[in-house]
């Protein structure tokens, strides 16, 4: 599979994550990009390509260029696209890598939301630009948090599907377990079915245990040729494939909110241009920003029948010793949430066979979803670390 690669990832930077205070998201930015580009044994002069992601609070910009010294950039954009910033990031340096617009690019995404006498409710929670007019209705009924959207989506699955919060439990409780193997997660104690049921509810029918976490950090990835990752310092992660969607639903009842996601267009395509289907893939990383995003990424990307990811959660399959192993660090739920970035460095960590005691054996097809908004965007990247 790795032939068809012309770009992959050859260094990845991981700050410390979680509760991490008195550091602004552009210095969690630029030393994550400083430990991308020496873990791949390269110099902060060999970089001529830099795509960075806003965060919620004190967003790295175009300036970081400037923090880390670099000169005549070929390649310099913000990319925005929420969760799924991360995934479009990595495809759009693949495809530079490719066109021969640039040979070094590092992607970086950084966000410092907490504050030590805040709360994870005071970082996202707020309402931060009220809409005008009938747009802002959601506001006066208090739909001020995507816990609140999601919520809707999942209910609106549970009642067309019979789907249910004890096999949403499944999700957290299988990848609490692959987070007791990750030094870096935050939250490693083993939970189980009862705890998931027994926790708040933060928005019927989500528990807080649904919902994932707030960490403050940094995330970096270098992309350059397949060749010439060959020669570096660590074990190549080659880039298959990529796609994106964007379905524009809105809160109707004729759409596919809560049913249907930019996954079903996404995944097939990137799978189509790794030359490989859903029987191929090995390993999947996927956006949870809830319990439910995984169970509707599972659906839309074809490894159940829509309608049975309830029943597919359930019987263990993502779970250590499960036959489709999914979020192997923990996941936002459990490890440490940097949007799209925290299924992208435990991608890279396991393709690189670097993962530890939660190291899984084929590593050939990883599939890796990025979400963003309210299930709105969506985007897949198939990784491969054959190349090892």
């Known amino acids: 599979m790795s032939a068809h690669a012309k770009a ?28 991308a580009v020496a ?48 995934a479009v990031m990595v495809s759009a340096a693949a495809q530079a890598i ?30 931060r630009q009220v809409p005008q007019g009938f747009a802002s209705y959601h506001v006066g009924i208090g739909a001020i948090t995507p816990n609140l959207f999601y919520a809707m989506a999942a209910r609106r699955h549970f009642e067309t599907y019979g789907t249910t919060s004890a096999q949403l439990g499944s999700i957290a409780v299988g990848q609490r377990a692959w987070a007791a193997h990750n030094p870096d997660a935050q939250f490693t104690a083993p939970i189980t079915i009862d705890d998931h049921q027994s926790s708040p509810l933060i928005a019927d029918p989500l528990h807080l245990l649904d919902c994932c976490l707030v960490s403050n950090g940094g995330a970096a990835v270098v992309v350059t040729s397949v060749e010439r990752a060959r020669d570096l ?46 029987s191929d893939v090995t390993l999947l990383e996927l956006y949870d920003s809830y319990t439910f995003t995984v169970l509707v990424t599972l659906e839309d990307y074809g490894f159940c029948v829509k309608g049975e990811g309830g029943a597919f959660v359930e019987s263990g399959a993502l779970a250590p010793g499960g036959a489709l192993p999914c979020n192997t660090g923990g996941g936002q739920l459990s490890s440490y949430y940097l949007t799209g970035f925290t299924p992208i460095v435990e991608a890279v960590m396991q393709a690189r066979g670097h993962a530890g005691s939660r190291q899984v054996d084929n590593t050939e097809v990883v599939m890796v979803s990025g979400s963003g908004g309210v299930l709105e965007h969506h985007a897949t990247l198939i990784l491969s670390g054959e190349g090892r």
């Open 233 to 278: 310092a660590r074990p190549p992660v080659d880039i298959l494939g990529w796609a994106q969607a964007h379905p524009g639903q809105v809160l109707d009842p004729a759409s596919g909110f809560g049913l249907r996601t930019g996954a079903a267009v996404a995944g097939p395509a990137a799978l189509q241009m790794a030359g490989a289907t859903v």
């Open 98 to 127: 490719a066109s021969g617009e640039a040979t070094t690019v590092v992607c970086v995404f950084a966000d410092a939301p907490l504050r030590e006498k805040g709360s994870a409710r005071d970082a996202f929670g707020k309402q």
């Open 39 to 86: 873990d791949a044994g390269l110099t902060m002069a060999d970089v001529d390509g830099l795509l960075m992601s806003p965060g919620t609070k004190g967003s790295p910009k175009l300036s970081l260029q400037k923090v880390l010294g670099l000169r005549d950039l070929r390649l310099l954009s913000e990319i925005h696209a929420l969760g799924a910033s991360p």
């Open 8 to 35: 992959a990832i050859a260094g990845l930077g991981l700050t410390d994550v979680g509760k991490v205070y008195g550091r602004s998201a552009t210095d969690f930015a630029a030393e994550a990009v400083r430990l």
